[in-house]
């Protein structure tokens, strides 16, 4: 059977998308890249499985309970994403992914993106972080209310802000202050 063999061999890594999509309203590279899209959606449901947002079973018995926690669950994952989107600076995440006018090439990340991973620092010398590295740093700023007991006086003590954590902040858009 080798040559049943060497025929079977010569398909390997070739996948065929079937649709129901007529080609003038799709093209076959349109076709693929919403294929390839799908991963996102797998990735999003993995996040929301996974250590990252620790989302867990719970047994809702009555429709609008079970709705407002499908809601709540897609509203953590959107944050995320959007956090995500705006840290890329920060994070291991490609900023500028070259584009790929063949959706069926292998993709490339572009070269900040690999000396990123290399060096594991960013331009500025400082280390790059993953998300949960990133919130771990982030999860040390505090502020504390202090009241007095003897006076009717209440302050803010906001601890002082790493570099790191000022620039996540400033690339949401969001003064550190009291």
Known sequence: ?????????????IYVIRSSVSQER???????????GLAHV????????????RVRPIRHRLDDRVRAHVFLCMLAYYVRWHLEQAW???????EQPPVRPDPVAPAQR??????????????????????????????????????LANAPTTFYKLTTPTPLQQRAFS???IPISL
Do not use: N, W
């Not at 797998?42 to 947002?53: I, P, V, W, Y």
């Open 88 to 94: 890329q600076p920060l994070l291991f995440q490609d």
């Open 171 to 173: 690339l949401l858009g």
């Open 26 to 36: 799709m093209d076959a590279a349109q076709l693929v890249r919403s294929y390839k």
């Open 1 to 13: 059977k080798s040559e049943q063999i060497a025929a079977e061999a010569s398909l390997d890594g």
């Open 110 to 147: 572009s070269p900040e993106a690999i000396t990123k991973v290399r060096t594991q620092r960013l331009p500025d010398g400082t280390a790059v972080h993953d998300f949960s590295t990133l919130l771990e740093e982030l999860a040390t700023l505090s502020r504390q209310t202090i009241r």
């Open 42 to 53: 797998e990735r999003a449901f993995r996040t929301l499985k996974s250590m990252d947002l």
